[in-house]
């Protein structure tokens, strides 16, 4: 090989080389752009958590019926709420908030004249008793409802709960509730996580919304009912997610629930 035709060859693979470093340099800076939109969107999401979870907390301690002591999931610190956001993965945040709408919810601290302010975990129709026929389909966002019209079969299927679910009371929650027939299984938190099992039944409200909707896609998910075998106590369940509301209703409001 010349001497020009060494040169040659040197210069190629510098010019290669540099293509390369080059190549390299942008997949990293396209990957670096991406992570920092990503995680910006993340601290984005978690701000808007962290308002609506205060807003939340601030509307349980306004209503004495919907009073629960202080715990991760409720408490009024903006920052402990973003910081707790950020650490967990989205699903999970997202059914706390689902878990103290809820409460709320049956408690009576939406009035029913209102909405509950919307989020992102709604899935089917929460048991109160002014919502979205179709929950999937509300804007995220703090404050009033900012309900999109929905369309298609479900667009008049409004499912109202009776007024009478209000005069419920919180009495715990629970977690990875699972169904089995017609009894409803989870771990209660009133219970130190022991594993309940109740025979269940779904309130009249919810059935009308699946029939009128066509929609029963969430075999577990949503309100349920207990009375007990003499009739004297009864409960509200309201399952999102890996999560469960318990309310303590009476018996009539039970029967009222449950008649079609």
Known sequence: MTHLEVCHVKKTMARN????????????????????????????????????????YNLMQSHPECRVNDDLNWHGSLDGHYNGCMLIPEAMSRAGEASRDNHLQACGAFSAASAPPTTSTAVGPAPGPSTSADPSKVAVGSGAAQVIAPSGPEMNCQPKAPASLQRGSYAGDGANPRLDGDTLSFNDSRMNGALRSFKVHRPAYFVAYEHCAKNSAFPTFGPWVWVSDNGREASFFYVS????NISTISPSVAADLLRH
């Open 17 to 56: 080389s540099i293509r390369c470093m080059l190549a390299v340099l942008v997949v990293a800076t396209t990957w670096l752009t991406n992570a920092h939109a990503a995680d910006q969107a993340k601290k984005e999401r978690c701000t808007r958590y962290a308002q609506r979870a205060v807003e939340q």
């Open 241 to 244: 997610g890996v999560h469960l």
